[in-house]
């Protein structure tokens, strides 16, 4: 049975700028470690990654008004979900999609492994849920087609196609994911030049970006002119939660909002992406693979070998095929809080106690503020990282990039 959904007011009470009443930050990808009896669900994620404390910290510190949690397939992940819906904390609401006291909307959903026929090597799609009888009833259906339906980004004994197919049936979303890392995405093992060679385009809501990437860049391909770009986490961790994330503007916080959005439906879209700069993602340039060594030719400058791991610019470089580029929301280059020298946690905490959330620090407080409570060199250096001007050495191979001091 669902419950009637909270009305507007409720969680627009705390914004105080009329302009604000339905901007929504939020990032849809993120892990989950384990489950409320600790069992494994995505192995090499935190221990204390768990649904409930996902919901927490998008709440404090993060601020996130939306958050996707993937691995919601896993049984005792939805066991969590039900029991936190019993409790009264957790509200399933009519227009899709869960909110957590009243402030943070769960939407949940699974990262998938493909490697069907078509594919060159393994690729990872992203599905999202609006309610828990699709999402019970999909995590049923994907238990008979992968080895362990309780762990992470399972590879799924199906074509593409028939996942993609299953998602819409019931009423989610498909979303390929990191489309063009090195490893087991779309188009980074550097072989597909197309996603009609693996998916129906038709049946695709949007794509995720990655650390790597950003929208300048992979408007250079223009088979991806139609879609909406996702920028997101992708997180392992509590405190990476939130280091990509983009601003909504919707009718309300909601599954059935969000997937307008995706299709501009109304006044429902992205105003705009926050990202990395690609320079500072782990796989932006090619390297070494033995040595990381950035290098352009076919053998290692440092080590002699010829192994390498194909950068994510110069991937899109041959794939380059768009004369023009469309409009788009604005992506902003911004600076995770987490990699500003000198910006330990006591400062972080002294931050938040005076300022409330991350994305208070991040969107809300003015410099002068800033300045009042933390050296004004600290200060300078969060306000240029917020604005995507700080200096930065690029990364590759695996290694991320270097804020430069
Ligand atoms: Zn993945
Ligand atoms: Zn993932």
Redesign the pocket.
């Known amino acids: 049975m669902r419950k009637q959904p909270m009305q507007c007011c409720i969680y627009n009470l705390k914004k105080d700028d009329e302009s604000e009443m339905n901007e929504f930050f939020a990032d849809l990808?993120i892990?989950i470690g384990r489950t409320y009896t600790g069992k494994p669900v995505k192995i090499t994620a935190s221990r204390n990654l768990t649904l409930t404390n996902i919901l927490k910290a998008a709440k404090y510190p993060k601020g996130l008004d939306i958050v996707g949690v993937?691995d919601c397939q896993s049984p005792e992940v939805i066991e969590e979900l039900e029991q936190l819906i019993l409790s009264g904390k957790l509200l399933e609401m009519q227009e899709g999609g869960f909110r957590y006291e009243d402030e943070v909307t769960l939407i949940p959903g699974s990262?998938i492994e493909v490697y069907d026929e078509h594919c060159h090597g393994p690729i990872?799609v992203?599905v999202f849920f609006p309610d828990l009888v699709s999402l019970k009833t999909f995590s049923i259906w994907l238990k008979e087609r992968v080895t362990n339906i309780q762990l992470?980004?399972q590879r799924i004994y199906e074509d593409a196609v028939v996942l993609q197919e299953k998602a819409k049936a019931l009423g989610g979303l498909f979303i390929p994911?990191?489309i063009f890392t090195p490893f087991k995405s779309l188009y980074g093992k550097g072989v597909e030049k197309s996603l009609t060679e693996i998916l129906n385009p038709t049946l695709i809501d949007a794509v995720e970006l990655g650390l790597s990437s950003d929208t300048e860049m992979a408007d250079q391909i223009s088979e991806l002119h139609s879609y909406t770009f996702l920028t997101n986490s992708?997180a392992h961790s509590l405190p990476k939660i939130a280091r990509e994330y983009q601003k909504f503007f919707l009718e309300a916080p909601t599954f059935a909002a969000i997937e307008k959005a995706l299709k501009n439906e109304g006044s429902n879209k992205i105003l705009s992406n926050y990202g990395l700069n690609p320079r500072l993602g782990k796989y932006h340039q090619t390297t070494c693979s033995e040595c990381s060594t950035p290098m352009q030719s076919s053998t290692c400058p440092n080590c002699g070998s010829s192994k390498i791991t194909l950068g994510v610019s110069e991937r899109i470089n041959q794939l380059a095929d768009a004369l023009e580029k469309p409009m788009r929301p604005k992506y902003v280059h911004q600076v995770p809080l987490e990699f500003i020298p000198g910006l330990g946690p006591k400062t972080m905490q002294y931050l938040l106690d005076h300022f409330g959330t991350e994305m208070d620090i991040l969107h809300r407080v003015k410099a002068q503020n800033l300045k009042e409570v933390i050296k004004p060199q600290l200060a300078d250096l969060i306000i240029a990282a917020r604005e995507g001007k700080l200096a930065i050495s690029a990364g590759g191979g695996g290694k991320y990039g270097r804020i430069k001091k």
């Open positions: 990808h892990h993937i990262e990872h992203l992470s980004t994911a990191h992708d």
